[in-house]
């Protein structure tokens, strides 16, 4: 897998021993600390009967299996623990949810927790994500992998299927350290709900670094979950749990900065979070207060003229923000029946320029500056655009019952509601978690389109796409002012 990556992620030959599987633990690291590491492949991969299912209450209750297979080993002290990152840490949130006596301890460090919200169908918009990437390289079996594509073409919407893609997270009674960050396309939200939703004992630290180059080259992350288990599987009395920030968070400035990393917080999102209202103005600026006028401005949503339409601000002094965002904005289209709106936000340099956090600190960087990267690896895992919000029109239902977070809706997604031509509608569209800083003279821009730019590592290796039906067509229109008071909601903290 890093070969393909821009950079490998700036993971050298050097930092790994060859006896890791793929985003697990390293054992020439940690079997000489007193701990075996049992790379457990999925049913159906290799040789082995089934099919390749992809989480769920297969995987879930297979887990727990092995885990109580794993406890009776006669090398083993009766505790187990998991680590890893993304599939090996999404997988642990369906087996600990299992329960099985024997799982002492877990450390999901960036691991989505609802395949259908927050990776194949987000906001309502389907999309193969990277799964032809990892049917290409990493599963390996015999009897075929469930398809995520055909599936969406059978269950577009919310269905029992995609419920079970779903972790319970309130089932998990065990400690976990959960690790996350603003960059990953598909666990930040995962790891956010998973941390607000375990019910044991539990430690959330946000990173500043690719997940693969934070497990395999920073050696402050292992030697801090060897801690982590020495205590909860070994029984230890490290001073862990009193000496270990129950919370802690990065904030990322981009350019040629690296992210500034350990910084403690009370809680997420943090209690004294100061949220303000930015309302879309015509000037393409955004200003605290909504335009008495009612206004509008068009983009083309797809194909040939392709574009967005940007609204900034430049902060006057020193800015953080971090916490959860929200837009609501006024839309409508001539053009079809149904719309997917895709909301960015960007960092300003003091001159008006995006500006892109690098997701790999700048010693491993293989370019001067952050400027002189090429073209092609500007869309990659290296540099991290800002923070997305998706919303497909048709889905805009909202359950406020179900809001883990009042600036993160819960679209039920079970029904569609289309529109007619011209018809303006109301969009509330929740935005990933975010945590910037900004210094004064620098600024922010609310980036609104018809889509998103897939990393290349994932598009050079996608081969499925959505159905021309599930696309957009046309112009979108944003309307803002008077009537409609299309506005983002932006969580100003200091820390």
Request: hydrophobic fraction near 35%.
């Amino acid at each position: 897998m890093l070969p393909v990556t821009t950079w490998r992620c700036g993971i050298r030959s050097s930092d790994l021993s060859g006896w890791e599987k793929f985003e697990g633990l390293d054992p020439a690291s940690w079997c000489p600390r007193g701990y075996a590491i049992a790379s457990v492949d999925i049913r159906g991969s290799g040789h082995s009967s089934g099919s390749v299912q992809i989480m769920g209450t297969n995987m879930g209750e297979d887990g727990y299996d092995v885990i109580e297979a794993l406890a009776k080993m006669d090398w083993c002290n009766g505790n187990v623990g998991m680590a890893g990152n993304s599939f090996l840490a999404i997988s642990q949130w369906h087996i600990a949810a299992q329960q099985p006596p024997s799982l002492k301890a877990i450390a999901p460090w960036e691991g989505c927790g609802d395949l259908f919200r927050e990776q194949f169908v987000r906001g309502g918009v389907f999309e193969i994500s990277n799964m032809d990437l990892i049917n290409k390289l990493i599963i390996k079996g015999q009897n075929g992998t469930e398809d995520f594509a055909e599936m969406y073409a059978r269950e577009p919407l919310h269905s029992p299927y995609w419920a079970d893609k779903r972790a319970d997270m309130s089932k998990i009674k065990i400690p976990a350290y959960v690790s996350g960050s603003d960059f990953s396309s598909i666990h930040t939200m995962g790891s956010i709900r998973g941390f607000w939703e375990c019910q044991g004992p539990k430690w959330l630290r946000w990173s500043g670094r690719q997940e693969w180059h934070d497990l395999y080259v920073i050696p402050e992350s292992n030697a801090e979950l060897l801690e982590f288990f020495d205590h909860y599987l070994l029984g230890k009395d490290n001073g862990f749990v009193e000496n270990t920030p129950k919370i802690r968070w990065a904030l990322l400035q981009g350019g040629d900065r690296d992210a500034v990393e350990n910084i403690t917080i009370p809680d997420f999102p943090l209690p004294s979070t100061d949220y303000r209202d930015l309302f879309l103005g015509a000037d393409g600026k955004l200003a605290e207060s909504t335009p008495a006028e009612s206004s509008k401005v068009s983009y083309v949503s797809r194909g040939e003229g392709k574009g967005v339409v940007s609204f900034d601000i430049r902060f006057d002094k020193p800015t953080q923000l971090v916490g959860i965002p929200k837009a609501i904005v006024y839309m409508s289209t001539e053009d079809h029946d149904d719309m997917n709106v895709y909301i960015t936000l960007k960092k300003l340099d003091k001159d008006g320029n995006p500006l892109m956090h690098m997701t790999i600190p700048r010693a491993r960087a293989l370019a001067p500056s952050h400027a002189e990267i090429a073209e092609k690896d500007r869309t990659s895992l290296l540099l991290h655009p800002g923070s997305l919000g998706v919303l497909r029109a048709s889905h805009r239902h909202i359950d406020e019952s179900k809001n883990v977070h009042p600036n993160w809706p819960w679209h039920p997604h079970t029904f569609e509601e289309k529109l007619s031509p011209g018809e303006v509608v109301r969009l509330e569209i929740g935005i990933w978690a975010m945590g910037w800083q900004y210094d004064a003279g620098e600024g922010l821009r609310v980036e609104i389109g018809g889509g998103h730019d897939m990393n290349h590592e994932i598009r050079h290796f996608t081969t499925r796409f959505p159905d021309e039906s599930t696309l957009n067509k046309g112009k979108h229109t944003v309307h803002f002012g008077g009537d409609y008071p299309s506005k983002v909601i932006l969580p100003f903290v200091s820390i």
